[in-house]
T-cell receptor
Framework: LAKTTQPISMDSYEGQEVNITCSHN???????ITWYQQFPSQGPRFIIQ???TKVTNEVASLFIPADRKSSTLSLPRVSLSDTAVYYC?????????????FGSGTRLLVRP | DAGVIQSPRHEVTEMGQEVTLRCKPI?????LFWYRQTMMRGLELLIY????????DSGMPEDRFSAKMPNASFSTLKIQPSEPRDSAVYFC????????????FGPGTRLTVT
């Protein structure tokens, strides 16, 4: 069964770097890995996307190993406003056809 | 652009009633996605369209759920008859591509079925 796995929760302090890993063993060959952030009562919001190696933008970095079976979202120097739920989204190829699957989400709490 | 627009924002209905959720995607986006979010099951993809054609509806839970996209600027998700277990937040999202472009999510419709 195609599955996308993330830690349920993480705690951090302001100014620290946070790394959240998503496992996606059955990622589709040509698919991208995308990460989203969600605040309460809002829809998910795009953070970063990549296909392989490393991608960096103004808010995060995304590390993808050569086998692409996992990915790590890195948030440098988190602040209180980064407290949210973070999801990975990948397309997977399992027993049946292609499926777009969100991870279960990682609830990040940033403390002062 | 106003982003993805969903209506209503909140819907409370009684079991057995028909519910229709509406979505207006961002102009020019060829893909439209419907998701359901609950505490127990997280974010689930129900169905998505490409150029108004349904591509994968395997996430639609049962025959009580149906979705249409009559044109590029409008889509509906209908539940008939509704049941208490359908209570959830339903999100619509649109994108330029299936996975190689980011999805833009609407604010969601919070559905409560009593």
């Amino acid at each position: 069964l195609a599955k996308t796995t993330q830690p349920i929760s993480m705690d951090s302090y302001e100014g620290q770097e946070v790394n959240i890993t998503c496992s996606h063993n059955n990622i589709a060959t040509n698919d991208y890995i995308t990460w989203y952030q969600q605040f309460p009562s809002q829809g998910p919001r795009f953070i970063i996307q990549g296909y392989k190696t490393k991608v960096t933008n103004e808010v995060a970095s995304l590390f993808i190993p050569a086998d692409r079976k996992s990915s790590t979202l890195s948030l440098p120097r988190v602040s209180l406003s980064d407290t949210a739920v973070y999801y990975c989204l990948v397309g997977t190829e399992g027993d049946s056809s292609y499926k777009l699957i969100f991870g279960s989400g990682t609830r990040l709490l940033v403390r002062p | 652009d106003a982003g993805v627009i969903q209506s209503p924002r909140h819907e409370v209905t009684e079991m057995g009633q028909e519910v229709t959720l509406r979505c207006k995607p961002i102009s020019g986006h060829d893909y439209l996605f419907w998701y359901r979010q609950t505490m127990m099951r997280g974010l689930e993809l129900l169905i998505y369209f490409n150029n108004n054609v349904p591509i994968d509806d395997s996430g639609m839970p049962e025959d009580r759920f149906s979705a249409k996209m009559p044109n590029a600027s409008f889509s509906t998700l209908k539940i008939q008859p509704s049941e208490p277990r359908d209570s959830a937040v339903y999100f619509c999202a649109s994108s330029l591509g299936q996975s190689e472009y980011e999805q833009y999510f609407g604010p969601g419709t919070r559905l409560t079925v009593t």
